[in-house]
């Protein structure tokens, strides 16, 4: 038995995305930018799923811009405005590392949350100058589920910095909220197609009408000229029929899924001392349950998890080879010690009952085994 609790850092394919990727990865062939009539259906295709993309995210088909997932299209953003206009880049400190470390390495300025993980509106304010050229800030975050003030946000930086664009990374965001009202207020908004249902390796970034961006990758000069390279016309079709399908659904798997993700915080916050929820529940999506857990290590937790059939993760990356505490919860000022114990559990459109009745039944128990070994190892 597999219990899925990883929806945020990939989601199943939904049926209606793969019966619409089925025929291109079989017998319609065509390369969109041909002229013989296979390239011209294969254009096509991906002309009806722009459609698509575009009335779900609330723009018109020549602003989106499909690229090879979220990464790429939040560099896409970031770079691409600078490299055009100029300025500095400006995000909050619970950004994804696709737009921290863009920002970072132009040298642009990271704003303080609070301990909710929501931005700081007077630290944004403060940060605001006419140098600044882009900002953004997320609109869900992909660890603890926050949503961000982006109406808010996006009010400061017009009054502030007239002349920057916002962007957002709404990556986590579309399975849950209506993207198109949402990001309404942003220039830029990225989305990945694997996160609501869809392929990996496609995604798409919405470019307003009179905002300009340098391309990333130079060559045939697709997508306008702003991101060249063959589409993935699978890819690109998949996609747009998950969007469908999220969209059609999003209503009841919210409500369904937000009950499911209560039962299961609920649930560990009773059965587990020294347990916290990270963040405000009342601020996050649905799908997101994270936890801080004292007196163990989410790596060593993450084994038993997964020795039980659970597929979970940490708020942490691995680098050089050690748990290093996330940034987020760092930001949202988070004890170091603490921040090693955290847990996300993120569910989604396939999560059921027995999902988080497996999770209760697991998770206490392996967490008291980890503390049992460290009493012992503490022991005199």
């Not at 995604?203 to 000069?221: D, H, I």
């Not at 996050?284 to 060593?300: D, F, M, P, Y």
């Amino acid at each position: 038995m597999v219990t899925y609790l990883d929806h945020a850092a990939t989601t199943p394919m939904r049926p209606e995305c793969a019966d619409a990727m089925l025929p291109f990865l079989g017998g319609r062939v065509g390369n969109p930018s041909g002229g013989h009539a296979a390239a011209r259906a294969a254009r096509q295709a991906i002309e009806e799923a722009r459609e698509t993309v575009a009335e779900t995210l609330g723009a018109h088909p020549g602003e989106v811009v499909f690229t090879g997932g979220g990464t790429e299209a939040d560099n896409l953003a970031i770079t691409g405005v600078l490299a055009r206009q100029g300025g500095l880049p400006l995000c909050s400190a619970v950004e994804h590392h696709a737009v921290l470390h863009p920002v970072q390495a132009l040298e642009g300025r990271v704003v303080a949350v609070h301990g909710d993980g929501r931005v700081d509106l007077a630290a944004l304010d403060a940060a605001l100058d006419t140098q600044v050229g882009v900002v953004s800030l997320m609109l869900v975050n992909n660890e603890v589920g926050t949503v961000q003030p982006l109406a808010e946000a996006t009010a400061l930086v017009a009054e502030r910095a007239p002349g920057a664009v916002v962007h957002t990374d709404a990556v986590q965001a579309f399975p849950w909220l209506d993207v198109a009202a949402e990001a309404a207020p942003a220039h830029l908004v990225a989305v990945s197609a694997h996160k609501f249902g869809g392929p990996q390796g496609v995604g798409a970034l919405v470019v307003r009408e009179g905002v300009a961006v340098e391309p990333l990758l130079r060559g045939g000069g697709q997508e306008r000229d702003r991101r060249s390279g063959t589409h993935n016309v699978a890819g690109i079709v998949g996609m747009a029929a998950a969007m469908r399908a999220t969209v059609a659904h999003r209503g009841g798997t919210v409500e369904r899924v937000a009950r499911l993700r209560d039962r299961l915080a609920d649930g560990l916050l009773s059965a587990v001392p020294g347990v916290t929820e990270s963040g405000t529940r009342a601020t996050k999506v649905a799908g997101i349950c994270s936890l801080l857990i004292e007196g163990i290590e989410s790596e060593a937790l993450l084994v038993l998890l997964d020795q039980a059939g659970i597929c979970a993760t940490a708020a942490s990356s691995c680098a050089s080879g050690a748990m290093e505490p996330s940034h987020v919860l760092a930001a949202m000022g988070v004890p170091r010690a603490l921040a090693y114990g955290s847990l996300r559990l993120s569910l989604g459109w396939t999560s059921t009952d027995g999902d988080v009745e497996h999770a209760l039944e697991v998770v206490p128990a392996a967490v008291a085994q980890l503390r049992e070994r460290t009493a012992l190892t503490l022991a005199p």
